[in-house]
């Protein structure tokens, strides 16, 4: 018997089916031969598969993440194999904003974005040669749609994608929220109330999975028909105010800012638990709620789990700072691999279409062709239900 050490990265990369069959095709046609494409996503073990796939497809790439969810060991695994990663783990916005900035300085042909931030800062300093690119979430889309007139650019939305929206956004976001919540806090769901605010994608799966784990479940979502659907999906949707005020979990995960404030804070419960699972650390003030008045001490615990004190004896327990939960705090996993898979493998196809100008620049900021959905769809369906042998 041959013992091989291997790692965490080895052990996702081993499950990104459609990744390996991908890398495997993009060795023989080379789709970014001479292109450097520029990456800023979470550096975690999913997306080291990604971007070994697209280096496999020719590229050159200069990658780097996201505010607070780079993984060192992603860092050192990309390093290893020649890939350029600008930038360490930081919650500091300003030192991320150069980050980005070293990214773009490269000129890369292609980006590919998470959250709006390259393309972004690509507008502040425009070049020739951008080709276009992809933008994965929820987040980015609402950042970049205002700004189409302006970029000019195929960039292909991939949370807009059916697979994505139900297979990472509601499926997996739910699954990696609950495990997220148990993994920092190691407290119980059942019987609990907990508040879900926003009910599209993320939303939905979030309540589903706690309401899983025998917690009671209220939704609070500003769209009257999100609302509606909580109600009928067997949800509370009690008005706001008593949604927060009789919450023992709170999770904001709309993409909005300022979804919870200091204004709020007359209306917690002693011992509530605040977290956030949308993409920006924007969702829940927690710099303001700190620095209110009534907030007489704070008390660090290991993990990145913090309590206020409050003067009238109330005490807050605030996760990971309002960063996004399932990428933060101990041993971090994020979504699930293969929802993972499934999203990474319409990146790389939507990459490789950009490169290949099969879409052009009247596809700005647009779901993913439904040619592509399609394909993926099937090669994972071909995995599970494989023909009879001999049909
Ligand atoms: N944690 C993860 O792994 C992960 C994965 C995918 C997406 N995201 C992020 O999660 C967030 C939500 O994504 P989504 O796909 O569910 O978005 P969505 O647009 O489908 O749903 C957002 C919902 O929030 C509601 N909303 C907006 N402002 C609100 C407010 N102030 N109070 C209550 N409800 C409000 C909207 O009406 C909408 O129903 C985004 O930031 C997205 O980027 C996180």
């Known amino acids: 018997m041959i013992d091989v050490a291997s790692t965490r990265i080895d052990w996702v990369a081993e499950h990104c089916q459609l990744l390996r069959s991908i890398s495997a095709e993009f060795k023989d046609t080379l789709p970014f031969r001479e292109l450097t494409i520029g990456t800023g996503i979470h550096l975690e073990a999913k997306t080291v598969a990604l971007i070994l796939t697209l280096r496999d497809g020719g590229a050159r790439l200069v990658s780097t993440g996201n505010l607070n969810t780079t993984q060192p060991e992603a860092v050192a695994a990309l390093r290893a194999e020649g890939v350029v990663v600008i930038g360490e783990p930081t919650k500091d916005r300003e030192l991320h904003g150069r980050y980005l900035g070293e990214v773009i300085a490269a000129r890369p042909d292609l980006i590919l974005d998470n959250g709006g931030d390259l393309f972004a800062t690509y507008l502040d300093a425009p070049y020739d040669g951008l080709r276009g690119g992809t933008e994965e979430t929820t987040s980015g889309r609402m950042r970049l749609e205002p700004l189409r007139d302006r970029l000019k650019l195929p960039i292909l ?118 977290a956030n699972a949308g993409h920006f650390p924007a969702e829940i003030d927690v710099e303001a709620i700190a620095g209110s008045a009534g907030v007489v ?5 290991p993990d990145d789990l913090m309590t206020l004190e409050l003067k009238d004896g109330r ?58 959905d399609a394909a993926i769809a099937t090669s994972y369906l071909d995995r599970k239900y494989p023909a009879a042998p001999g049909a």
């Open 157 to 274: 939305v991939i949370n807009d994608s059916p697979i994505k929206q139900f297979a990472e956004n509601e499926h997996a976001v739910g699954q990696s929220t609950l495990e997220s919540y148990l993994r920092f806090t190691n407290r119980v769901t059942n019987g609990e109330q907990v508040t879900v605010f926003g009910y599209g994608a993320c939303g939905r799966g979030v309540a589903a999975s706690f309401r899983g784990a025998c917690a009671r479940v209220t939704v609070v979502d500003t769209d009257p028909v999100a609302r509606l659907r909580a109600h009928l999906d067997g949800f509370a949707a009690s008005p706001r105010e008593e949604a927060i005020g009789s919450a023992d979990v709170i999770i904001t995960v709309t993409g909005a800012r300022d979804v919870l404030t200091a204004a709020d804070l007359p209306l917690l419960r002693d011992g509530v638990i605040v």
């Open 297 to 301: 001490g704070t008390r660090e615990y």
């Open 315 to 372: 005490r807050i327990h605030v996760i990971s700072r309002g960063h996004m939960l399932n990428l933060a705090g101990p041993r971090p996993l994020g979504n699930s691999i293969e929802s993972m898979d499934l999203g990474f493998a319409l990146q790389a196809r939507c990459l490789e279409a950009v490169a290949n100008g099969s879409v052009d620049a009247s596809s700005c900021v647009v779901p993913v062709p439904g040619t592509i």
